[in-house]
């Protein structure tokens, strides 16, 4: 595998024919679980909640994009750019348990997990080689599921991904006319107005964003300004089990309109690493919001997604809000 930068967006694509074969292998057992045969090698691990032996881990992907030995080699290839897939690809086990899924663990279970996520982000940003650790959860098979256990996955890249390098850009360019973030920003009229907020839960909120490329896509945000998810993880674990709660009571809203999702969590980019094509580092702190984004797969609106040139969300998120509210959930 290897990286290529488009010369036009200046987003990179991992790119190879040596791709792992991804179709799920018959095997009679889970490697996730605790008993496994075959465990794939353990990077951390969190106590266990209630008696068992952890409550969440950290392991390396068995069939990983990314490979952490080396070192990135960016080259030029006449016009082009390139460089080795060097980063870091990760499992993390989300629960002891095989089925037990973020919508159905407890809180506390839940905070283990964000915790640990917290802890690899920080782990990983110590690694200067690395300009960003991405988080995130495919969940169903218009998604791209790959574990039938509950789990989520990581990766550190020597690159930004292309989303989360709009948001910067936008949040540094917002703050240079107006000195104020845009996340709070959004977060305060939405608050103010009551319009499209889906639920307040300590020191979060969770909302549906005012244009949506996907029906139902909903964002949970810290109230206060931060930019780095991994510094309110480690510092105030009380605050991170009001996060779980919230987290599981959205997926429960949002498995009333569809089971399936993809979940991703943008935090600030690693700052050791000092690049200087990217200009962000003086006022990153001030203009960029940590932040979770939820986006559902509808099954039937698959056009909204397959045709991404324009996103298209037949379901405005005044709607998505009201429906996903009214929505009956447990606990
Ligand atoms: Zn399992
Ligand atoms: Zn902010
Ligand atoms: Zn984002």
Redesign the pocket.
Known sequence: MELRKDPITRSWVITGDDVPDSAPRAESFCRFCPDSPDAPQLVSKMPGVGGGPWSARAVVHPTPLYRIEGEPSRRGDGIYDRMSAVGAHEVLVENLRHDRQLWMASDAEIQQFLLLAAQRIQDLKRDARFKYVSIFKNHGNNAGQEFEHSTSQLTATTFVPR??LY?LRAGRDYFKAKERCVFCDIISQKLQQNQRVLEVRGDFVALCPYAPRVPYETWIVPRAHEAAFERVGLARAGSVLDLGALLRRTLQRIRTVTGEFHLVL?TSPNTQHQSKSLDYWRTIDDDYHW?I?ILPVVAGKAKSYTFKEVYYSPVTSESAVKRLRGAKIEG
């Open positions: 989303r989360v948001e943008h932040h984004e």
